[in-house]
């Protein structure tokens, strides 16, 4: 990570005439149902720590202003321990530098908000973080900087948000920097909410147009003068999100006529990850990885003779960890429907049998070669109670 | 299950016989032809024979005629216990009762239904009757051989296979009790393994288990509400595209509305100038119609003047007709006016002549006379009147007086009933109090009675103390005798035997055959041993003594000398010395330490001492078993002391009941015995009997206060009738005699009345003739000068018409005449011409252009007011959709979705996770039910360990088959059938084969004689064998040998006490068989302090109770 004076290096030595920390998306509260209990508290929990990181980036950075632009509860209305948590993040620093907090679509200006003047959350902000509760709001960066914004006032609409920020008046030659949160894209059939046109920055004179709403780290316009930029998620939110974990660090250059410097910094924890495993091989490879931080959708495609299928089960149960041991995977989602036992195979009971279950082996092993739907499956796992069973007994 | 209680009456010889059994060892003796075997037929025929089988026959005495009557009560696990009663015959009955607590038993079954209920309960294989194909005879299975043998077979079982049963359920319930016994440990930890995890998700019955342990709970929680979440989000979503698709109409309606209106406001306006146009013209027109108006107008004035002026003319001529026609009219009247007053003078004097006077006196009085009739008819009928009131009120009086009787009359009856119905409620209250004591007396005699046994069972274990103590003694001696027998220990015999076979070996080989021929030539005596057989022989001379022996011969010739002759050469005749010499110095010894000199001396005395070793051991295993019969006896003596402290609590309670002095004991040994909760169930239903007759008392009681009520009342009543019709005007002879003459005074006064309407009839058609004349001439003059007067009027009113119209017409005529004198008609037709011209000079306006412009100012007002709506409407589902809508409640599905998929992949795994638990168990089960065809293993083991102990390991192993059907017995190795084996063994074999098969039943088993054959040591050997049976089971053995089998701890029933034949004498009867079973329960018997009185009985409870229902209805 490149500290602000590299950074100015880096823009052809000029000074940097501003700096900001461009965030969005934070998506404090959200569930995931998906989960289980346990595994959906790591996560939510994840989305709280890493405000104190992004916090302490732009310590870091020594930025002028933060900028969060929208969807920073996943509700409106979200429970006390999220808000307070903000809270806590906000009050423990004793900063100057201003924080503005922007509405999103997710957490819109209602009466209900935590947005709303009366909120504990509001009333609880220190005097260094805005809330942008109108329309043509605006706060100064000094003497040589503006930010201009508008909230969302609901969690729909086709409201251009954008053009409700003020033009750049004549004479006018501060910083201006927008701050809105909507979607720059029109797909047929896609509901678009606060639609952003492409071009709305040059179009308000604007030197920067701080958005949110995309969970992804995008220059929307690269080629614009004045960039238009969704940080993304500090955290993912899903399987799939790409360039999730990000903050923008956007340096204004002194020279107006050069382009702002917009860098992102890494800050989320969490890597989520999809992986499929054909062959015990690939298991014990994927198992011996550091998966502490990683939220892992594994998918198990293959069929194992026994004693393998038994090393799958116990490589499977350390990653899903129990109560008496530790998880080897963050958060683990299993779709073992493929995991199958390879009933042709011999099954090595190790100990000699008495009749009894050696008929009941036999008798499993036969179904489990049934075409039945459903029966082959669970005389496979009949097979295998059977043969743990016998093993421990045997040991 | 064991056999609690066994009667029979007239059936197999046995006159009546009532055993109580008890748990464990019942030891039933009793000399030859008793009935011990009718006992146990009599039982088998309770539990296996249809009372109407012809196999019954056989139960039947003939030399009585009375049908075979038999109960059994067996209890088939704890608080399950059934009474079985069979009579069997031409009058054939059954029935199967059921109990909990074997006092009060309940019927279950009856008649035909009873064999199958039964079969059903004991699952022995056999069928109920019914079926086709069954065997005649007594029903037998596999089973029954084991439980209830007969003594003609008692090896049948050895016999008897499961293949041969009649059904399943013998085999199914064996093979559910062998089972337990054959499991491999490492089979049932599995099970146990698989059988926990399943019972961890599902219930007994296969449901999934919806406790709080249960797994399926949470998911099933979390699914409910996921799922809800999803219909939830769902809904939303819904919502949120039902928003936006109305949005997005409503933007198109407010499109088409703004253009409508636009369209509207176009065309109006060009109407508006059409409109403006045609106005002008139309205000012209107007204009020039006015004028035309005004001139039309004057014309007309100038016509209507010249009318009215003809007009006035026509009606002063029509006026100056009048006039004459009048003045014609009053002439005619002042003719008629004349006439019409002489007739009228003419009339009125005709009316007032002296003849018409009369008559109207005649009818005056006629008249006065009616109304006197009329009077007296008026007072005759108030008098009937006033009589029939009082002749009701008589009547009402009667039927007042009948009812009063009536209702004393039910109103006695009900008070009787109700003092009868007290009365029964005393009696009852006084029987639930004698209840009480008896369940007092119950209570006391239970306490005793657990007291006495309790005392019972601690004498026993004093005497098994002592009987322990005394074997332990006996068995000290019985070692001390065999140590004083100096036996050799059996390895030394055995030696000594070794030694003697030696020296018989080295003997044998100088056996080598010698033939010695000896002649004296004197007569004389020789003692001659041939190989150690010493003979004494005179002899001849010259008689040849000739000698064969195998080794040795020795002549001892008195005088002669003598002559030895021996086999062998010198080794083996120093072998036999050496032998000899081994044998000697080593048995010497051994024969003096025990007294004897030879090995059989020996053997017998090692067997004799290992006798008494035998012996010892045995007693001291009796001494232990005593031992370990009388341990327990701290708590015994404990117990007893709380049973005695019950007893004498409850004897004091029963105590309370008497009068001091009066014998509790005696009065509580004269009750009949009858369980407490019996006692309680009676209480109950008395005290609700007595509660129902209150509740019905109560009411009795109300009825009787309302009829009381009701009878003062009408009492009351009855009393005011009375004196009304007493104080009367008319006496009650007048009012009947009035009434009887009434219809005849009323007779007479109808036909005065007749009579004096008759006369005025007559009187009134007394008018003259005259009269009449005259008075149709008045008539005719006066109507005829009434229409000439009428004439007249009319004729002056239409004259007075007439000026009248002429005044107004000529006002009229005047005031048209001022008109016209002031219209200036040139001036109003210059003005015409002038508007005509303008008109003419206004342009023509677009009529297609104006339409309607009030349609079009609505149309073009409704258009702005839609779109208006349409704005507002708009706005509205606008600010719906941005709270609803969006892509948040988009992503809200999508989550609840996921969540959804999640759980259902997660209940698949759980699913498949106990689902693979439930079919690894059921598999396992099947598995082993498979495997577990070969029954006789399981018994194998039991059996044959038993049968190694009897013979001392001789018979190590009994082979019994996979249907239990035994084969045969291994003897070193090699296996034997039954038949080889002596009769006594085969015994012993098919009594542990039976005592196995009762064990793993849990059954009791019943022994006929069995035994006979075996030697008294392994009889001892058995009945310790029996009495560790009888731990687990109860086993009854019939036996005429008692003695092999009353050790102390048995229970032991004297059959001669409880058996009376037909061809005996009755036997006095034994606390323990004192009720049979079928008997009615006999009544309390009272003590003489307690006061008798007569049991009200069921019928009667029911005429008193249906007698008060009945009467609260009435």
Redesign the interface.
Known sequence: MRTKAEVANAIDENEVALTLLHTADWHLGRRFPAFEAEQEKRLTRARLEVIGRILDVAESRNVDAVLCAGDLFDRPAPEKEWWEGVLHEFQRRRWQRPVVLLPGNHDPLTQQSVYNAAHPFRTGLPEYVHVVDEKHWQLPLGDNAVVVASPCESQAGDTKLVESLPKREEGDTRIRIGLVHGQTFDIDGHQTNFPIARGSAAERGLDYLAIGDTHAFREVEPKAHAPTVYPGAPEATNFGEKDTGNVAVVFFPLDRRRRPLVRREVVGAWHWREATCHSIAELRTLASEDLRKTVLRLTLDMALPMQEFDEAERLLAELRGSLATTPRVGVLSEHRQGLRLATDAPIDFNAELPDVLRATAERLQAQARSDAPGQAEMAERALYHLYRLVRRDAA | MWIQRLDVKDCAGIASASVVFKPGLNVLYGPNELGKSSLVKAIRATLLLPPTSSTAEALRDWNVDAQPTVALIFEQEAQRIWRVRKSFGSRAAAYLEFSRDGDAFSQEAREREVEGTLQDILRWGINPPGGKGGKRGMPSSFITTALLGEQSDINAILAASLKDDPNDSGRDQLTQALQAMVE?P??K??LA??QE?VDEAFTATGRRRSGSASPWRQLRADRNN?EK?ERESRQQVED?ETA?VHVRELQQQVHAAEAEAEQAAGQLEAAQVAAQRRAEREEAARALADAEAQLRQALAQVRRRDEKASAVEAAEKEAATLKGTLAAAEQAVADIEPRASAAREHVRQLEAGDAEQGRKLREQEAENRRLKFREQQKELQAKVAGAKELQALERTIAATETEVQERTERLDKRRALLRQAKARTEADQDQLEDLELERDCARYLAARRKAQTLKEQQEAAEQHAKRAKALARDAEEKRTSAQALNAPAAAEIDHLKRLDTERRIAQAKLSVGLAVEFTPEEAGNAEIAVDGDVRKRQFNASEQLAYEAEREVRFDIEGVGALRVRGGGPALREEAQSATERWRSTAEAAFARAGVDTMDGLAAKRQQADTLLEESKQLDFDATHAQSLSEGLEALERDAVVANADAKRYRAAVAEWFDAGASVDDYVESLEQRGESAIAQQMEALAKKVSERDSLCKQMEIEVARDEEKLAGQQDDLARRREELRTSALTNEKWKELLDQADAQEDRLDQDLAAVDAELVAIQAEATAEAESAQNTLTTLTREENAKREERDETNERRQAALNQLAKLQGEAGELENLVANLDVTTLQTTYDERKSRLDELPDADDDAITDLAELEHRRDRANAVANSRRDELHTA??A??????????EQAI??K??I??LA??E??LE??Y???K??RD??A???K??ATHLGDALVEPVSKHMAQLTAGRYDQVDIGPHLDASGIRLGGHEHSFEELSVGTREQVALLLRLSIAEALDSFVILDDHLTQSDPIRMRWIRQLLGDAAQKIQVVVMTCHPDAYLTGDEHAVDLTQCVQRHDTAPPPATDDNADPVPAAAEKLTPTPTRRRRREPTKDDDLDLETQLRESTRG
Do not use: I, K, N, P
């Open positions: 491999d490492r089979f930890a599995v393994a698989a995890r996921a979440r949120s936006r606008q600010g959709l941005s709270q609803v809508g969006g892509q948040y409640v988009e989550q609840a996921e969540a998929d999640a992949s997660r698949h795994d498949l996770e689902g693979a638990w079919l690894l598999t396992l099947d598995a082993e498979e495997d």
